[in-house]
């Protein structure tokens, strides 16, 4: 079971940019897939959660209307929409399958994903 996240990179402020989350070894249908993003220096952050029936959990309000979350299903992948990027958007973001009884219902917390993607680092700057 494994999560490979691409695409990242530098954008300049107002840009956007497309994040990929595919599965390996699973399919990702039967799983809420949950976004993560990590601002250097700071703790984790939850972004947004697409469950098993494509219901859209966003865990912060500051994003939404900005990034959004979406599944397709014939690539196996979500991706993560992100427009109107700034700064304060520069991050390592991180994809993670929900686990437990659960898995298809989007998790409050970040201790209830596993399945961590490596990481994309995304770069908001002129």
């Known amino acids: 079971v494994q999560l490979v996240e691409s695409g990242g990179g530098l954008v300049q402020p107002g840009g956007s940019l497309r994040l990929s989350c595919t599965g390996s070894?699973?399919?990702?249908?039967?799983?809420?897939i949950g976004w993560f993003r990590q601002a250097p220096g700071k703790g984790r952050e939850g972004v947004s959660c697409?469950?098993?029936?494509?219901?859209?959990?966003d865990y912060v309000d500051s994003m939404k209307g900005r990034f959004t979350i979406s599944r397709a299903l014939a690539n196996n992948t979500v991706y993560l929409q992100m427009n109107n990027l700034g700064p304060d958007d520069t991050a390592t973001y991180y994809c993670?399958?929900?686990?437990?009884?659960?898995?298809?219902?989007?998790?409050?917390?970040?201790?209830?994903?596993?399945?961590w993607g490596q990481g994309r680092l995304v770069t908001v700057s002129s």
């Open positions: 070894g699973f399919t990702l249908s039967y799983y809420a």
């Open positions: 993670a399958s929900a686990k437990g009884p659960n898995f298809g219902d989007c998790p409050r917390t970040s201790y209830d994903f596993h399945a």
């Open positions: 697409i469950d098993s029936k494509d219901d859209v959990t």
